[in-house]
């Protein structure tokens, strides 16, 4: 049998439905053993866990077209370059081996060369400028299959600038971006920054859903340990009327609702602190079953109706 703690019936009949406010107070649930298996209920302890080191940043998805150019650039110049080397070289060659080339000629070959490795040079040194040193240290092959996945929007680029001033070495090791928790790599610190505050980083995230010229807020996760808490896993967390929730096994039949607010949001889970503890249990698959089993509304007679 399964037993549902409902609201009180004058508040069931002031609300007219029975989705209109989450109380952040704890609600059981009582689920039997072949409820659980039916519904494929998994629990997973808690464990002990340091939020890291964030900074806030507004986020902004780049335009992969100035890249792509840059991208075709340098890649024509590299051909260039290697082309001109090559040239100089077999030319140097020859007239080592019986003078059937002129010195003039070899001057020649070598001076080229050295035009078009300064033209690739001066297009690696605005890239650096623009993007930064890890894009402009990438091969032109890499940095050609990169370009394509941000133009075929598999892959997005973003821009993050600090809120604040970040504190004495701090060094971004990833984020989360905002809405939709999405996780991101950073590539490396950024050169430039129009919030006058530090030089932003830039930051690569799955482009689903990212377009140029998106805003979005980040979070940006540094090394060392900041507030203490559990790691809640993020199978755990699920949202209803507005929101998050975990349900926590108080014994083998009975889990509570509990409103989950984050101290820190990571690839592997959420950071969380009271009513939260280690060594407790949650529900890590099909805690979306137990919130319909929550939102249901009792039937008459049934345990959890205020008589």
């Known amino acids: 049998m399964i037993v549902r703690l409902s609201l009180p019936r ?60 840059a991208a075709d650039d340098i890649a024509a110049l590299q051909a260039t370059a290697d082309a001109s080397r090559a040239e100089a070289q077999r030319v140097q060659a020859l007239y080592a081996a019986d003078g059937n080339m002129s010195r003039k000629a070899v001057e020649a070959a070598r001076a080229q060369a050295a035009v078009d490795q300064s033209k690739l040079q001066q297009a690696r040194t605005q890239l650096r400028m623009d993007w930064g040193s890890a894009i402009a240290g990438m091969d032109a092959g890499t940095l050609h299959a990169r370009t394509e996945a941000l133009l075929d929007g598999r892959m997005a680029w973003l821009k993050a600038e600090p809120l604040a001033a970040p504190a004495a070495g701090f060094q971004p090791a990833g984020a989360l971006l905002h809405p939709g928790d999405t996780v991101a790599r950073v590539l490396g610190p950024l050169p430039r920054s129009s919030a006058g505050l530090a030089g932003g980083w830039l930051l690569e995230a799955p482009g689903a859903g990212l377009t140029p010229g998106m805003l979005l807020t980040a979070r940006l996760q540094g090394s060392g340990a900041g507030a203490s808490g559990v790691l809640l896993p993020r199978g755990a967390v699920v949202r209803w009327n507005g929101v998050a929730w975990a349900y926590v096994a108080t014994d083998a039949t009975h889990f509570e609702r509990r409103a989950v607010t984050a101290l820190a949001m990571t690839a592997a889970g959420w950071i969380v602190g009271a009513p939260f503890t280690a060594g407790e249990k949650v529900v890590t698959r099909g805690a979306g079953a137990l919130i319909a089993l929550d939102a249901a509304p009792a039937e008459p007679g049934k345990p959890g109706d205020d008589d």
């Open 10 to 69: 004058a508040a069931r009949m002031l609300c007219a439905a029975w989705l209109i406010v989450a109380s952040v107070t704890a609600a059981a649930t009582e689920v039997d053993a072949a409820t659980q298996a039916r519904l494929g209920l998994a629990l997973a302890e808690l464990h002990a866990a340091q939020a890291p080191l964030e900074l806030s940043a507004t986020a902004e998805v780049l335009d992969p077209s100035t890249l792509a150019k």
